[in-house]
């Protein structure tokens, strides 16, 4: 295989847009993920290219390939063959963000992007390529290690041991985070026990354990009957891992191994875990600890914004049902006791798009923040969460603050962290979408 050169952005030099890279130091190349790492450092590297069909060969060190600035090809995933009964891109109704319907199953994108994967095609060769390359941490969805439920839920036959392949992962060094999607009455109660269980008995190499409530929208036609998780459930799931966790612990050596997602937090009234819980917060794309690194960060933008002139006297924050609950619980009572002079309201939106049960702010839609900015009549400047547009600023149904704003006739931004950081009192003042 070969790696093409989509163009080179710095000092020009020895490369070429549209070169193949076929081999560095005479081994062959598979893919972007070899480039990489054999052009780290900052010795010399002979590379071999096609070139118009011509091969040529050049030695470079590390530094000079890093001032031409190589940009390689956008990298070609491994798609997805589990038919996973929770699935949430089959949840999806057509229209959306085209990358939402886009299923990767790919070790690569885990290692360089944080991406989960299954394991469940990951061939021998795969193992040891990600045993030599030293591809640590990966992100894996275990969701059960029981073979019966494992198939169950991936909605195929189970061709690979779980526990074996992560047991191997593990000798070899490689750590890995742990991802369990909680579908009630499929791989809940003795099952997640065990779950848990076998997992911990990897730390450290297993160093994190994620458990997540299975999301469910109005659009499962056709599909599994899957139900949430009940606050009841939810109640019972904190109790059990309040004591899992402890147990844990005098294994550990203190380390936090076992988390929670805040949805179960906040639907149960429960109080959030402390920072020092989550350790360096390996999780938090997973809606794990997301709240409490919301809170610090906040409290941090809170004292720049009192050290600040020409703040906002007021600010509207478009959030959903459960981020409403988060915040009027410990945002909001904290800018009132340091930022009495600030005036903080807070736009509700409901997901008309994906169904009532789709709480989260992070799938909120642009369209159902403009219906209910509408409905509720909103003024001043509207500050989007940051975990509700993609790296592109586009809303899951591929609106942009830009078309909000247009919409509404008022400022419209999307925060990086806080409401309160720099940039939207900036934005704010300056009254333009960003």
């Known amino acids: 295989m070969t790696v093409r050169i989509d163009r080179v952005d710095g000092k020009r030099g020895f490369f070429r847009p549209g070169d193949e890279i076929v081999a560095i130091d005479s081994r062959r190349i598979e893919d972007q993920l070899d480039a990489l790492f054999l052009t780290a450092g900052e010795g010399k590297a002979r590379f071999t290219l096609r070139r118009r069909g011509r091969l040529i060969s050049h030695t470079l060190t590390g530094a000079a390939f890093t001032r031409e600035g190589v940009v390689f090809e956008a990298m070609r995933f491994i ?30 994108l885990s290692f360089l992007f944080g991406n989960f994967i299954t394991l469940n095609d990951v061939r021998e060769k795969d193992l040891a390529r990600i045993i030599e390359l030293r591809l640590s941490p990966l992100y894996v969805s275990v969701q059960a290690v029981q073979k019966r439920i494992r198939e169950r839920l991936f909605g195929r036959p189970a061709r690979r041991n779980i526990l074996e392949d992560l047991r191997r992962l593990a000798r070899a060094g490689i750590v890995f985070h742990a991802q369990i999607v909680l579908v009630p009455g499929v791989n809940d109660g003795a099952a997640l026990r065990e779950t848990v269980r076998q997992l911990a008995a990897l730390h450290p190499a297993c160093a ?227």
């Open 79 to 108: 798609q997805c063959r589990s038919k996973c009964i929770f699935c949430f891109m089959d949840q999806m109704p057509t229209g959306m963000r085209p990358s939402l319907y886009e299923k990767d199953d790919d070790y690569r």
């Open 208 to 434: 994190s354990i994620a458990v997540v409530p299975v999301g469910v929208t109005r659009h499962r036609t056709g599909l599994p009957p899957l139900r949430r998780v009940t606050v009841a459930e939810s109640r019972a799931l904190l109790d059990w891992a309040g004591r899992e966790r402890d147990r844990l612990r005098r294994r550990t050596g203190g380390d936090c191994v076992l988390h929670l997602a805040d949805e179960f937090y906040l639907a149960t009234n429960r109080v959030l875990p402390s920072a020092g819980e989550y350790g360096d917060f390996p999780q938090l794309s997973n809606g794990v600890g997301s709240c409490r690194s919301f809170l610090m960060q906040l409290e941090r933008d809170i004292e720049r914004a009192k050290r600040r002139a020409g703040n906002p006297r007021c600010v509207t924050i478009a959030t959903g049902v459960l981020g409403a609950r988060f915040l009027r619980r410990y945002a909001l009572p904290l800018i009132a006791e340091r930022m009495p002079s600030l005036s903080i309201r807070l736009l509700v939106v409901r997901n008309r798009l994906l169904g009532p049960a789709v709480t989260v702010s992070g799938l909120l839609s642009g369209a159902d923040i403009v219906r209910s900015a509408r409905r509720d009549r909103a003024e001043g400047c509207l500050v989007i969460p940051p975990n509700a547009v993609n790296h592109e600023g586009r809303f899951i149904d591929d609106m942009n603050a830009r078309d909000i704003e247009r919409e509404l006739g008022i400022p419209v931004v999307v925060a990086h962290s806080t409401f309160l950081e720099n940039r939207v009192a900036r934005m704010c003042r300056k009254g333009r979408a960003q």
